[in-house]
């Protein structure tokens, strides 16, 4: 071999290496507690949910939990025979929450959510693929619907997270 292929060669596996390592890194500093902080269609600068939503994201070593839920969702009193008004009432509470949870992965700029559980039942065992950044304690996950609207989902990291060993 000349010094012109080795030196190729050395560049290859430097290049391999860095790549593989950054991803896993990357991978890594996703972990972590997050609160919700906004979802907005960056075209419009409008939220579909309400401005006050709350929400729990908890990313640990290739699982996570989400969930949101408007402020005003509140404990309802149980009722023994519970009318049609009622029934529907509790339904439309019920139904206004999101919240799945399975194993993830990252390739690159893509976080992949495998949805082993969903409070949705058309969600079960669904495969979601959203872009991701992170600025400072934030991470933004965006993604974009058939229309071409563009929305951004920003997530506060409130803890890190610990490997259980």
Same mark, same amino acid.
């Given at each position: 071999?000349?010094?012109?292929?080795?030196?190729?060669?050395?560049?290859?596996?430097l290049?391999?290496?860095?790549?593989?390592?950054?991803?896993?890194?990357?991978?890594?500093?996703?972990? %972590?507690? #997050?609160?919700?902080?906004?979802l $907005?269609? /960056?075209?419009?600068?409008?939220?579909? &949910?309400?401005?006050?939503?709350? !929400?729990?994201?908890?990313?640990?070593?290739?699982?996570?939990?989400?969930?949101?839920?408007?402020?005003?969702?509140?404990?309802?009193?149980?009722?023994?025979?519970?009318?049609?008004?009622?029934?529907?009432?509790?339904?439309?509470?019920?139904?206004?929450?999101?919240?799945?949870? %399975?194993? #993830?992965?990252?390739?690159?700029? $893509?976080? /992949?959510?495998?949805?082993?559980?969903? &409070?949705?039942?058309?969600?079960? !065992?669904?495969?979601?693929?959203?872009?991701?950044?992170?600025?400072?304690?934030?991470?933004?996950?965006?993604?974009?619907?058939?229309?071409?609207?563009?929305?951004?989902?920003?997530?506060?990291?409130?803890?890190?997270?610990?490997?259980?060993?």
């Amino acid at each position: 071999m000349t010094k012109k292929q080795i030196k190729l060669i050395y560049s290859l596996y430097l290049f391999l290496f860095l790549a593989l390592n950054t991803q896993v890194l990357k991978a890594e500093n996703i972990d %972590g507690v #997050y609160s919700r902080l906004s979802l $907005t269609n /960056i075209r419009t600068g409008q939220s579909p &949910e309400a401005i006050d939503r709350q !929400g729990l994201l908890i990313m640990t070593e290739g699982y996570y939990a989400m969930m949101t839920q408007n402020a005003d969702r509140h404990l309802l009193v149980k009722i023994d025979s519970p009318s049609m008004k009622e029934k529907n009432n509790y339904l439309e509470l019920w139904l206004a929450i999101n919240a799945h949870s %399975g194993r #993830y992965k990252i390739e690159g700029d $893509t976080l /992949i959510w495998y949805r082993d559980i969903s &409070e949705n039942p058309k969600e079960i !065992g669904t495969i979601t693929k959203l872009k991701f950044t992170q600025k400072e304690d934030q991470l933004i996950l965006y993604f974009t619907l058939s229309n071409g609207d563009r929305y951004d989902w920003v997530w506060k990291k409130i803890a890190s997270t610990i490997p259980i060993k």
